[in-house]
């Protein structure tokens, strides 16, 4: 029984840490919209879940280290999404390739699907804690 709860919670999390991710992203692209030669970037939301679910986003890559006073490494470096580049419908003269209606509706459809995952999740607490008091 427990290790289904956390299964399920940490398929939410996953969930809710790449819809994170994919949130930031798209505002990269929104925010670079003007600068020249920048090449709009994405990633493939469900690949990357099963990929999170199966363990291969923890692997990442192992840095040694030659001394004690070196830094640590940040964890998941490696490890995340791997990201794509997009392919213009209409390349424009400086090379820029993000196309701010295509931005803007991914952006939006990513923010809603983050919240109703993040409703979905509290409302799922909510019932296990209730279930959990005694009446």
Do not use: C, W
Not at 78 to 85: D, E, F
Not at 88 to 117: C, H, I, K
């Amino acid at each position: 029984m427990i290790d289904r709860l956390s299964a399920s919670l940490n398929f939410d999390s996953a969930a809710l840490r790449l819809r994170d991710q994919r949130q930031q992203v798209l505002a990269s692209n929104i925010a670079n919209a003007d600068t020249p030669n920048f090449k709009a970037r994405d990633f493939d939301f469900s690949r990357a879940l099963a990929r999170a679910n199966a363990g291969a986003a923890d692997k990442g890559v192992a840095l040694s280290t030659t001394s004690s006073r070196h830094l640590a490494a940040r964890s998941g470096i490696g490890g995340g999404p791997s990201m794509l580049y997009r392919v213009p419908d209409q390349p424009s003269l400086d090379g820029n390739t993000v196309s701010m209606d295509q931005e803007r509706s991914r952006f939006s459809d990513n923010a809603v699907r983050y919240q109703a995952a993040l409703t979905l999740l509290n409302s799922r607490i909510r019932g296990l804690k209730s279930a959990m008091q005694p009446e």
